[in-house]
């Protein structure tokens, strides 16, 4: 029985529990009102005018600026029957308006606080014009650089990839979804996109459970656990059956094992598309294997809209599957405080917007995310009264390039650009030339000469090469890994002037840059660092900060090690001189950068490393602790990674994996202890029943600053 209409609904007595107030609204609705509820469209046309006032619209994305967003919220909340609000939806990833660096580069901070920090910030500017849900983080594993959305996350780990989904849903939500400041996190996409065939996006996916279970889902896990309100599900089809269509992983993982309580949008029309995959000849079989399979909003598919009305009618699709996503629905928008806070202050978004905290905090995050590569001879950090400085490349006064994909309403202008921010750091006396030289793509040299000309006459010159913003993110594939265009010949002529060369990578990628790391002294990575790009890079060429920065992704020598990682199988004849061996002939088997590398300008010792106990039950846990000293002369951070391989089991482990990992700054001379404990939730793994379990073993024990720069070994045993 409904609700009788005359009483008042107990639904806007915020009073009362969410879960009551769900009931008493869901039985006020019609069949109609309730699919409205699980619709949702992009920007806002006159024609969804009349649809947000029949309370058919659930949610909108891409409509932004408190005054908009209360405009369109009025009509959905006076105008309707039962007056719900609209949530509204955005991609942002990295920053609203203050933009940081892309999520890849993030992860390479190895820091999941500034992670953290950056997503609160980033919802406070976006909550402040009317936003109430984000897109993000992207916690898909990827281990094809050739993809372009490897650059939206936190690179090909699933220890680290699990810290950064946690950091940042925590960022984004906040206490408490009802504060003014706090907008609800989507992680994305469900799941295993980052595995698509070829680095192709939208392509085919084929893991094994077991890969799935121990490489793909940790991340996922990780944000429910931090109590992630949304999930966003995958254009891809995994092992034959599409993301967004996909009962074993939206229902018996998501729902049955995990317990997520929250509910599922789809990606961009990936409902309709399960036509073009071939597993629904209509819309309406679509729409009916997407919502029985757990996908409880049609992201502009309008599938849901045209469809399951009928579905229902003809009990193809039962009601209570539609209330089922409906409550799903409803408890985010009354966990968010929408229906008490329905309309944004429009005086808010000026006292936050690029304030001053969120722009300082946008250049240290920039500048703990960069890595330096290399750094022959100690040339960094560089002397600011240096006579003459070239500064050369395409992207050397390149503005777009630094906000990398995804930089929601990040504006080019507001962008500090290389040039400038060494323009900014070196003294009144020092001359600094710029040449472009080329390209970032094409074939004309016609600048490389003059770009020469100013190398020679200068004491360094710093080139700066890499990708435009559109070449990563979603979409940005490619097939080679490349400097693209010529930018490796203007590497190679500046390099040729016999002038010291200190090269800036502005990437959303790894890449193979062979001649450089062979030829160019110094290499920095600073990936697409956001609004504070230059300022940081020039903090860090000249030495006013140490980097710390390490990669969440191996450098490849050349596309055709893809996909290479770090934490690979053994196999049964690991590579050697020998030749029946796992190898190329043509190259080394180990990649350019490791996973976990980066160099500092100091060094530090590692020692003292204790096991404690040296045998364990299968519900115990080991203490691992070693001492860390700076030892060289100025104070610096240092990445402690812990790696663990278990070296028999029932199924094939890799070589090593991430098992803890600690950034931590000392002065020069200090020492400190770092302690881990790693158990069950760091030994486990899916065995030959599909099932995750910790088996007796022994289990060698990797300390050290990289994946390949491992400074203690030791071990310990399960019983």
């Known amino acids: 029985m409904k609700p009788s209409e005359g009483t008042k609904p107990l639904y806007k007595d915020p009073s009362q529990c969410v879960e009551a107030r769900v009931e008493d609204l869901l039985g006020r609705m019609t069949l109609e009102e309730k699919i409205g509820q699980m619709c949702q469209y992009t920007k806002y046309p006159e024609r969804h005018e009349e649809l947000v006032r029949a309370g058919k619209v659930g949610s909108l994305f891409n409509v932004t600026g408190a005054e908009q967003t209360n405009e369109v919220q009025r009509i959905a909340v006076e105008q309707s029957r039962l007056g719900i609000p609209l949530i509204f939806g955005l991609d942002v990833i990295h920053g609203y308006s203050t933009i940081y660096p892309i999520p890849l580069a993030m992860a390479s901070s190895w820091d999941p606080e500034i992670a953290k920090k950056a997503a609160s910030m980033a919802a406070a500017e976006a909550s402040s ?35 950064m989904a946690r950091a940042s849903v925590e960022g984004y939500q906040g206490e408490n979804l009802a504060d003014h400041d706090t907008i609800v996190a989507c992680p994305k ?3 295993a996109y980052g595995g698509a065939e ?18 793909y889902l ?30 074993f992983t939206l229902k018996t993982v998501l729902r049955e094992e995990w317990g997520f309580e929250g509910f599922v949008v789809s990606d961009w029309n990936s409902i309709g598309e399960l036509v073009s995959h071939g597993t629904a000849g209509t819309r309406a079989q679509a729409g009916k294997e997407a919502v029985k399979a757990g996908v409880d909003m049609d992201m502009e598919g309008n599938v849901y809209q045209t469809t399951l009305a009928r579905l229902v009618e003809e009990g193809a699709v039962s009601e209570e599957t539609v209330d089922d996503a409906v409550r799903r629905i409803l408890k985010i928008k009354f966990k968010l405080g929408l229906f008490e ?81 060494i323009k900014n750091k070196v003294s009144e006396e020092t001359e600094v030339l710029h040449a472009k030289g080329c390209d970032i793509q094409g074939d004309s040299t016609e600048g490389i000469k003059d770009a020469a000309d100013k190398a020679k006459a200068s004491d360094v010159a710093i080139v700066v090469v890499g990708e435009s913003r559109e070449m990563s993110g979603e979409a940005g594939c490619r097939s080679s890994l490349d400097l693209p265009g010529i930018q490796e010949k203007l590497v190679r002529d500046v390099c040729d002037t016999g002038v010291p060369v200190v090269m800036v990578l502005l990437n959303g990628r790894p890449m193979s840059i062979s001649y450089s790391a062979e030829h160019v002294p110094a290499i920095l990575e600073a990936w697409h660092p956001g609004i504070q790009g230059g300022n940081a890079v020039a903090d860090l060429i000249f030495g006013d900060f140490n980097p710390g920065g390490r990669l969440p992704v191996t450098f490849p020598r050349t596309v055709g090690q893809v ?20 190898k190329y002939i043509d190259l080394p088997s180990t990649p350019l950068f490791p996973f976990g590398h980066g160099l500092s300008y100091t060094q530090f010792d590692y020692s003292n490393l204790m096991i404690s106990p040296k045998r364990i039950a299968p519900e115990g846990k080991v203490e691992i602790s070693l001492d860390v000293k700076n030892v060289g002369d100025r104070e610096g951070d ?58 007796p073993g022994t289990f060698e024990v990797m300390v050290g600053g990289s994946s390949e720069d491992v400074k203690l070994i030791g071990d310990f045993e399960v019983t």
């Open 129 to 163: 014009e009317g936003i109430h849900w984000t897109f993000a983080p992207m916690v898909d594993i990827a281990r094809d650089p050739r993809w372009g959305r490897v650059a939206e996350g936190a690179g090909e780990d699933p220890y680290l990839g699990s810290a």
């Open 189 to 191: 996409h469900y799941v």
């Open 198 to 215: 070829g680095g192709r996006d939208y392509n085919t996916v084929e893991v094994s459970e077991r890969t799935l279970r121990d490489v």
């Open 218 to 247: 940790p991340p996922f896990k990780a944000a429910v656990e931090a109590g992630a309100g949304t999930l966003m599900s995958a254009f891809n089809d995994l092992n034959g059956v599409p993301a967004s269509a996909n009962r």
């Open 341 to 421: 806070s329905i309309y944004t202050d429009t005086g808010l978004a000026a006292k936050v917007i690029q304030c001053n905290e969120h722009i300082e905090a946008a250049r240290d995050f920039a500048r703990r995310s960069m890595v330096l590569l290399k750094n022959e001879n100690g040339l960094l950090p560089l002397k600011k009264d240096l006579k003459i400085v070239a500064v050369i490349g395409p992207l050397t006064d390149e503005q777009d390039a630094l906000l990398g994909c995804w930089s929601c309403m990040g504006k080019p202008e507001d962008v500090v650009t290389v040039l400038e921010g």
């Open 563 to 582: 996909p290479i990682y770090y934490s690979h199988k053994n196999t049964g004849r690991p590579p050697t001189s020998l030749l029946y061996t796992s």
């Open 638 to 695: 240092e990445v402690v990674q812990l790696y663990l391989r278990d070296l028999v089991g029932s199924v094939t482990r890799p070589v090593k994996e991430l098992k803890g990992f600690k950034r931590i700054a000392l002065k020069s001379g200090e020492k400190t202890t770092v302690k881990f404990v790693v158990g069950q939730e760091q030994l486990a793994f899916v065995n030959r029943g599909m099932k995750r379990v910790m088996e």
